[in-house]
């Protein structure tokens, strides 16, 4: 059993890594420019088995079928500082030729009644493995750092209270949404101001 686990999840894990080499890739390209980086920093991971079987029972998804009906059992998070880089990031992914596009979710234009905020996107990704090539399904969730902490924050909570999250805690993460709503704006609005420090910044410790 646990090595057939193991089996299922190996091109899982080969993808992520992949990803995570690809798309850090892309940002120290653009650090070796002036031009800002529309990725701040990469993570991904590989759904733990528990997670997977958990989230089967509560879909109704049979596990010979998780494959295809479960998303995000390869999941890439990229975080970017403006929500402007995410339609840049979006338009990037749109654009590669090593993964197709078959779904996106704007959950910015859209938030969630949780409170949340993020893009996602779902790719089908070739992994050249033992036997030949093998497309599996791929999330990618793009968000700001501030959508990110509320994520973080959220995350936990709902872990702690098994998703029965008191009604005032509740409440406060909404109003602490709409404050990350609030601080993305402002950086917006200063983004000029902020990338001419950052380039000067780089510059200073190119030279130290
Ligand atoms: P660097 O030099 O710190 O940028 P791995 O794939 O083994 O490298 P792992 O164990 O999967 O990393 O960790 P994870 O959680 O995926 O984090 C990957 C990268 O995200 C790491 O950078 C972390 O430093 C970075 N990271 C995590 N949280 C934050 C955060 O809040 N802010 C920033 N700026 N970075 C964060 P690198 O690329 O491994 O190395
Ligand atoms: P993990 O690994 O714990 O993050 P569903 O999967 O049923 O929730 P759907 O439509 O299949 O919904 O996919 P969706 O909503 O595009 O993506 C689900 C993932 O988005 C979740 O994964 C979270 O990572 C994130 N997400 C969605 N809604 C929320 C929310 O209200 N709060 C937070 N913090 N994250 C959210 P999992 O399954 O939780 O896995």
Redesign the pocket.
């Known amino acids: 059993m646990e090595n057939q686990w193991e089996n299922f999840l190996s091109p899982y894990k080969q993808a992520v890594e992949e990803l ?1 080499v690809k798309l ?1 890739g892309i940002r120290s390209q653009f650090e070796l420019t002036e031009v800002h980086s529309p990725i ?6 590989v759904k733990p088995i528990a997670s997977i079987m958990d989230k089967a029972k509560r879909k109704g998804i049979p596990l010979n079928q998780i494959n295809e009906e479960m998303q995000d059992i390869a999941g890439m998070r990229i ?1 970017c500082q403006f929500v402007d880089d995410i339609h840049h990031v979006v338009q990037m992914l749109r654009d590669r030729n090593d993964m197709e596009v078959l779904e996106e979710r704007d959950y910015i234009a859209h938030t969630k009644d949780s409170g949340y905020r993020s893009f996602h996107i779902v790719t089908r990704y070739p992994v050249q493995g033992m036997e030949g090539e093998e497309k599996i399904l791929v999330e990618i969730q793009i968000r700001t ?1 501030a959508m ?1 902490f509320w994520a973080t924050i959220e995350h936990s909570l709902n872990y702690k209270y098994s998703g029965n999250i008191p009604e005032e805690i509740k409440n406060r993460l909404h109003r602490a949404s709409e404050a990350a709503y609030q601080l993305d704006e402002e950086m917006s609005q200063i983004r000029g101001e902020i990338q001419e420090a950052q380039v000067i910044f780089s510059r200073k410790k190119d030279t130290e």
């Open positions: 995570k850090r701040e920093f990469v993570t991904g991971r975080m750092l990110n």
